[in-house]
């Protein structure tokens, strides 16, 4: 069982940058493909960005050169460094732990981005 806390959204001027951080409790979390997620108002959950055990990244295009995922599996925590934000990057993000059948999510994190 792997329980996730999110952490480091906030309000934002337009250009800024915000960097997410979602710790992951247990010891296993380095077998684990992580996600960011967000939610708009009104909209679908969307994938953000992808790192797998292995450390390999995916992004959704909209998001490419602007947002990084990374991890520190000595510190089970995945990072997301969002560069350039926008109005349309605000919303409730969501730390996702999968492997195998395992699927777990934390509580989100909110990110408001001002213009």
């Given at each position: 069982?792997?329980?996730l806390v999110?952490?480091?959204?906030?309000?934002?001027?337009?250009g800024?940058?915000?960097?997410?951080?979602?710790a992951?409790?247990?010891?296993?979390?380095?077998?684990y493909?992580?996600?960011w997620y967000?939610q708009a108002?009104?909209k679908?959950?969307?994938?953000?960005?992808?790192?797998t055990?292995?450390?390999?990244?995916?992004?959704?295009?909209?998001?490419?050169?602007?947002?990084?995922?990374s991890r520190?599996?000595?510190k089970?925590?995945?990072y997301?460094?969002?560069?350039s934000?926008?109005p349309?990057?605000?919303?409730?993000?969501?730390?996702?732990?999968v492997?195998?059948?395992?699927?777990?999510?934390?509580?989100g994190?909110?990110?408001?981005?001002?213009?």
């Open positions: 069982q792997v329980q999110e952490s480091g959204g906030g309000l934002v001027q337009a800024g940058s915000l960097r997410l951080s979602c992951a409790s247990g010891s296993s979390f380095i077998i493909t992580m996600a967000r108002p009104g679908q959950r969307e994938l953000v960005a992808r790192i055990s292995g450390g390999s990244t995916n992004y959704a295009n909209s998001l490419k050169g602007r947002f990084t995922i520190d599996n000595a089970n925590t995945v997301l460094q969002m560069n934000l926008k349309e990057d605000a919303g409730l993000y969501y730390c996702n732990a492997y195998g059948p395992m699927n777990h999510w934390g509580q994190t909110q990110v408001t981005v001002s213009s």
